[in-house]
C-alpha cells in the first residue's frame, strides 16, 4: 500500500517549502511539486497536508524501554514503555539502554523489549552494557555483540563521574572504546560508546584523557546528561568545541529543576551562544528512567517516570524559543541518527525509511508513520501496543 502526502510544508529536515511525497512501506519513493505526481490505478492512500509541517521522525538515542530506576529499593524499578508512549510524540527509532542495575535487569530482556517494539512498528536499537565496568554483555565481548547481533549498535550507558558507576580508568574506558570502535567497522555500524555522566568529580576529564593519550578519537564518546549542572554544561561546551558531540536530558520535572539542572532548552540556547554547533548538539528523552521528587526540605517524597514524550515537548519548546524548526529537528532526529550511522533515519528523502510526522500548527504530530505504516491518525493510535488497554 502506497500512500501519497499532498501539500506538505516539506521539512527534511531543511524547510524546502510545499511539496507532495509518496512512499510506502520500502521507504520514501519520491517528492514532487504539489500535483505533479500520478499514481495511476496503484492503490494509493491520499493525505492532504493542506500546508502543515511534515518532518521526519523524533530518533532517541537513551530510552530504558525495558525500565530502569531501582535506587530506592526494589519498588522503585520503573515500568517497561510502551509503543503509543513514543508513536503520539512522533518518536520512530529509539535506542533502548540499560542503566544502573544489570543484575535484575538483563541484556536479553532488553534485546526482547527491543524485538517487541519492532514487532509493533517502531524500529529499535539497543547498547550493550549498562553502567557497569567490566561490561556485561550478551555473547561475551562487545565487538562480538556487535557483530553478531543485529540490534546492538554501540556500548552502553557507561556511567563515568556518578558514585553508581564502576570508577574505571582511562585506561580500561579506552579499551571499551577500542571494542567498540572495532565492532562498529566490522559490522557496519557506529560503534559508539554512549556515556552517563553524573555530577561526580571530574566529569568529562576521562573522555579527554582517552581521547588526548590514545588513537581513539573524541568523536567515539557521545556523553549524555550534560544539562545536570552548570559546571558540566560548561565543560560539555568546551568538550563539544573540540569536536564532541553532547546530549542533553528532556525528561524532567520541578525537582531536578530546583536542583542545579538546567533545562534541555536553556542548555540549548546557551551552547549555541557559546558557539557551539548544532550539528554537535543532540537531545534524548532518558525515558523510564525514575525522576526522584523532594519536598521544600529535600526529603525525597516519590518518584516519577521519565517519558519518551519528553523528546517531542523539547521539539516544540526549541521552536517555541526561536530556533528554526530545521535546527530543532537536527537536535532532535537527524543528528543522533548520523552519530549514531544510522544511514536511513533522520531525513526525508528518496530511499530513506519512511518515519514521517505530519504536525498541526501547534507543532504536536497529528499523523506518524513508521516505516511507512500509519500509526497515529488525528492525535489518536492507529496501532496500540500489545498490552495497552483500550
Ligand atoms: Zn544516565
New binding site residues.
Partial sequence: MLTLIRNANLFTPSAVGLQDVLFGTGGVITIAEPGSLHVGSLPCHEVDAKGSALVPGLVDP?VHISG?GGEGGFHTRTPEMQLTEATLAGVTTLVG?L?TDAVSRSLEDLLAKARGLANEGLTTYIYTGS?EYPVKTLTGDITRDMMLIDKVIGVG?I?IA?HRGSQLSAAELARVASQARVGGMLSGKGGIVFV???DGKGGLDILSEVAGTTDIPLSQFYP??INRSRALLEQGVAFALAGGVIDF?ASENSATLNSDEISAIDAVKHALAAGVAVSQITLSS?GN?SLPVFDADGRLTGLEVGRVGSLAKAFRDLISEGIAVADALAMTSSNAARILGLDTKGAIAEGKDADLVLLNDQFEPEFVWCLGKAMVANGLPLVRGTFEIV
Avoid: K, Q
Fill in positions: 537513551l530502569g539502554a542503566g553502567y550507558e556511567a556518578d552517563h555522566v553524573g549524555t546528561h536530558t532518558d528512567a
